[in-house]
């Protein structure tokens, strides 16, 4: 004979889990749509000027992607060897790559011309990133060198070399000052550089891991640093102190970015994993997981996509969907709780009165079935209707009672449970179906409910007294006040949908004036040597 299944009702309880507001933010990104590449994402970066498009560093080719689109809208493929670490200035117009073999390019991001080729670097560039003021691009090789470049004459400023006795693979830029940043090198060892000064180097920390990637809270008091399974975060202010270190992954940290304006750190490891940190208490607010090792991260402005770039060559868009609608409120429930905790002991008794272990019965353990799943495995459904309509369930637990309601309209017995029933009994269950289905977590199934009961009056002749009579006005009241309830919450979703547009409508125009106003900057030309560099295509 085959197991009987017990009704499920668990389905209708509230879940026992504790739901913070990140989790329910962080939940709202939608599923992720993939592209594929032939190697490795280097590096992933938003522009600053336009959220919707992002710049992957892959193999001898720098794509930026159409966020919305998932297209390509430029191809910067101006290289003989692999590209590394693609990143747009702050005002999104120009961008700056380091390639294998040692140069540095500057293109135009609307024009996909090179306008800068910087040479000097010996081995092959792997991070490039804009001073504060625009005006100068730090690059960071495995010669084990670090270099100031002006933007406008093409010329190397400062050049740090043996800074490290390993490969230079990180770096950052302070978001402020012009003349502070740091580098991050395979030596494990962290450099903080200062070029007023005549000794460059103002402090030498130790990460105690190669150093994989490194970036500055917007407000550059405090860098953060992601080396072997740490993520370690140093304040500038008190002499690059040590506050804090993150052991969340247990593999290698590649890659680290803000999020939600600087109050939400991301980091990516080998280990598949993406980790959000809250920034003031460096705590684990939610982790997302990716199908294979992530090695670039990049997240949009006001958190309206993230993108990563995993070893194999696939990329993950995750888009920020608007869920205003579903709720977020979900608590604990204890009597559920309870109950598993009475089945736990249950099944697993105390024994101390004996020196042995405990005794294994022979025999599949079977719990007591409830009443009306006793008369659920005969086929009894006006019985099994009866056992849960009484007051211990109505009042107390009306999930059971829900719950096997649905399973009669599973089973399509709910119509034959409702025939040649007593008149007390048909009342109870009405006045149960407009007791509760105006509750979300029951509104499907009980309206189902309310429809078989039409059914069963329109093909049934019934003996109508007052008070079965009333119970049928009273459903049919509570169901024109659910209608008139949604009708003025949809008259309300409109009219603010009409306000907040309008207010948008406003802003647009405004930002629109002042960037009527502003005055327009000289279009950098293309150098001598940018001009003049040329692919050559074995």
Request: proline letters at 3%; hydrophobic letters at 40%; glycine letters at 6%.
């Amino acid at each position: 004979m085959s197991h009987f299944q017990a009704t499920n009702v668990r389905r209708f309880q509230q879940k026992a889990q504790v739901v913070t507001p990140d989790t329910t933010y962080w939940d709202r990104l939608g599923k992720p749509e993939l592209l594929k590449e032939h190697s490795t994402i280097d590096y992933v970066d938003f522009s600053p000027s336009d959220p919707d498009n992002f710049v992957l560093t892959c193999s001898v080719r720098v794509q930026i992607y159409n966020l919305v689109t998932k297209l390509v809208v430029k191809n910067l493929s101006r290289f003989q060897k692999t590209a590394y670490g693609a990143s747009f200035r702050q005002d999104g117009r120009l961008l700056a790559a380091g390639d294998e073999e040692g140069h540095v390019k500057l293109f135009d991001t609307t024009s996909r011309n090179i306008l800068r080729l910087f040479k000097g670097h010996t081995a092959p560039v792997h991070r490039t990133f804009f001073t504060a003021d625009k005006l100068q691009l730090a690059s960071f090789a495995d010669d084990k060198s670090v270099r100031l470049w002006d933007v406008a004459n093409e010329k190397v400023v400062k050049t740090y070399d043996d800074v490290h006795t390993d490969y230079i693979r990180a770096g950052a830029m302070h978001p402020q000052a012009s003349h502070l940043f740091v580098s991050g090198g395979y030596d494990g060892k962290i450099n903080v550089y200062d070029t007023r000064t005549e000794d460059a180097i103002t402090s030498t920390l130790d990460h105690g891991s190669p150093v994989e990637s490194m970036l500055f809270l917007p407000n550059g008091s405090i860098f953060i640093t992601a080396g072997g399974t740490q993520v370690r975060v140093w304040d500038m202010i008190s002499g690059c102190r040590l506050l804090t270190t993150m052991s969340q992954h247990h593999k290698t940290v590649t890659c680290l970015r803000l999020g939600s304006d600087g109050k939400r750190l991301f980091s990516g490891g080998l280990d598949r994993h993406v980790k959000i940190y809250d920034v003031s208490t460096y705590k684990t607010v939610h982790t997302i997981t990716y199908p294979n090792a992530v090695v670039s991260l990049g997240v949009a402005a006001k958190d309206q996509a993230v993108v990563v770039g995993m070893v194999d060559g696939l990329v993950s868009i995750r888009r920020m969907v608007d869920d205003s609608s579903k709720s977020s409120q979900l608590t604990t429930n204890k009597f559920a709780q309870r109950r598993r905790q009475r089945l736990k002991q249950r099944m697993a008794p105390p024994n101390n009165t004996e020196p042995v272990d405990h005794v294994v019965r022979h025999g599949r353990h079977r719990l007591a079935q409830r009443v009306f799943d006793k008369h659920l495995r005969q086929f009894n459904y006006i019985e099994a209707l009866d056992a849960v309509l009484i007051p211990l369930y109505i009042d107390q637990q009306p999930e059971m009672v829900v719950a096997l309601i649905n399973e009669l309209l599973h089973r399509k017995g709910l119509q034959r449970a409702l025939v040649n029933r007593s008149e007390e009994s048909t009342i109870r269950f009405i006045k149960f179906l407009s007791m509760h289905i105006g509750e979300v977590r029951f509104m499907r199934v009980l309206l189902n409910a309310a429809s078989n009961v039409l059914d069963v009056f329109e093909k049934t002749t019934f003996g109508y007294s007052n008070n079965l009579f009333n119970a049928l006005v009273e459903l049919r009241r509570v169901m024109k006040a659910e209608i008139r309830l949604t009708t003025d919450l949809l008259q309300l979703k409109g009219a603010l949908e009409m306000i907040i547009g309008g207010a948008l409508d406003n802003n647009e125009a405004t930002e629109t004036k002042i960037s009527y106003v502003q005055s327009k900057t000289t279009k950098m030309l293309p150098s001598k040597a940018a001009a003049n560099y040329v692919v050559i295509v074995d």
